[in-house]
């Protein structure tokens, strides 16, 4: 295949990267393709009941209102990361674009955002089933990227950083006063029950039966999707304009005054991840920062030995969504596809393990799929949308 063939199938050459970004996307998506799923079964074989309850809870989604997990970290990561890549992605449509950058910027930006949304649709809303009683409209991580990629490009295209730091400001604040004090349906506002809250009515009246019957709200809590995301971007708009400690200690003290942000806020507003309260993204917003400030140090700081270090996670983080998508669309027995690439190579192998079956067989197919992106990235080669 010629270099030019990979247009017409989605893939791009790879130009000048930020490591930490990537790295950290990276990180990300070896959690959800199988990495958190590796740990938990090893842990499971080799704890079995003696594994600390504290710990098991970690690879799980936190019942309403309980504690936050690393398992809940998972999702606004992936919002924030698509955020902090867009100022470097800006800046190459700025200066390519001329005069009239925003109006071909406007329309890449439509078309991906269209088709983050089908692929949401594809990954968890049964789109392929072509039955329209079975679809859920909007229900998936995917789709949450696309609605805050939307609201922080159009700020992108118009604000600088003071521009961004009042409209996520606006995005919290203008959240947070919807879900406290606005009333609906006969309900007083300011209601965080799992049935009755602003954010998942708001879902059943536009959604009616699409909605997908989980707690999850979506729509109202675009809100919160676009702060995450523009916290992203300011914070790739700091690495953008100067790298360095610095910036990796701005960085820290910004994520550790969102931490502190949200314990106060806790005492009026319960930190709900199911429907994106505002504690909860200032809580999670607060730990993303920390950590591309960590990545930042460590991969973008400390030379080129260490940023080596990196290269595994780099393989994954480049080629993000294509992991998500082999690892999530479900084919016609209820399997991942990679499942059904893996399966026939190793579920033999795995079974001679006995009661390590499921754990190996689950860390064989990560390598498998790690082996795969490997492939991809030694080439070049990089799924986009």
Request: aromatic content about 12%; glycine content about 10%.
């Amino acid at each position: 295949m010629m270099p030019g063939d990979h247009q017409f199938i989605f893939f791009i050459a790879m130009n000048a990267r930020i490591i930490s970004i990537d790295a950290l996307r990276g990180l990300d998506m070896l959690l959800l393709c199988g990495g958190a799923a590796v740990l938990h079964l090893f842990t499971a074989w080799g704890c079995g009941d003696a594994a600390p309850a504290w710990l098991v809870q970690q690879f799980r989604h936190a019942e309403w209102g309980g504690a936050f997990t690393c398992w809940d970290l998972v999702m606004p990561l992936f919002i924030f990361i698509t955020g902090a890549s867009m100022p470097f992605a800006f800046a190459g449509y700025r200066e390519k674009g001329g005069a009239n950058w925003r109006f071909g910027t406007s329309w890449r930006v439509l078309r991906r955002v269209v088709l983050l949304f089908l692929l949401g649709m594809l990954v968890q809303g049964n789109l392929a089933s072509a039955r329209p009683e079975h679809m859920s409209l909007f229900c998936n991580t995917l789709q949450a990227i696309a609605e805050g990629y939307l609201m922080a490009a159009l700020v992108l295209m118009f604000c600088r950083l003071r521009g961004q730091l009042i409209a996520c400001a606006l995005c919290l604040a203008g959240y947070w006063a919807l879900l406290r004090f606005v009333p609906y349906h006969g309900q007083p506002g300011g209601l965080f029950l799992p049935d009755n809250n602003l954010a998942i009515h708001i879902d059943h009246l536009l959604q009616g039966p699409w909605q997908d019957g989980t707690p999850y709200s979506w729509i109202l809590t675009s809100l919160s999707f676009g702060a995450l995301t523009l916290m992203g971007c300011i914070c790739g708009g700091l690495i953008r304009a100067q790298r360095g400690a610095r910036t990796a200690c701005l960085l820290a003290l910004g994520g550790a005054a969102c931490l502190l942000a949200a314990c106060a806020l806790e005492i009026d507003t319960p930190l709900i991840k199911h429907i994106y309260t505002t504690t909860a993204v200032l809580w999670s917003g607060g730990w993303c920062i920390l950590l591309l400030a960590l990545f930042h140090l460590l991969f973008d700081c400390c030379g080129a030995a260490v940023s080596k270090l990196a290269l595994p996670l780099q393989v994954i983080g480049c080629n993000a969504l294509l992991a998500y998508l082999l690892t999530e669309v479900h084919g016609p027995g209820g399997r991942s596809i990679w499942w059904g690439v893996a399966h026939p190579l190793f579920h033999g192998l795995a079974a001679r393990c006995g009661d390590a079956a499921a754990p190996v067989f689950a860390l064989l197919s990560l390598c498998l799929l790690w082996g795969f992106l490997f492939f991809l990235f030694r080439h070049k080669a990089f799924l986009r949308v």
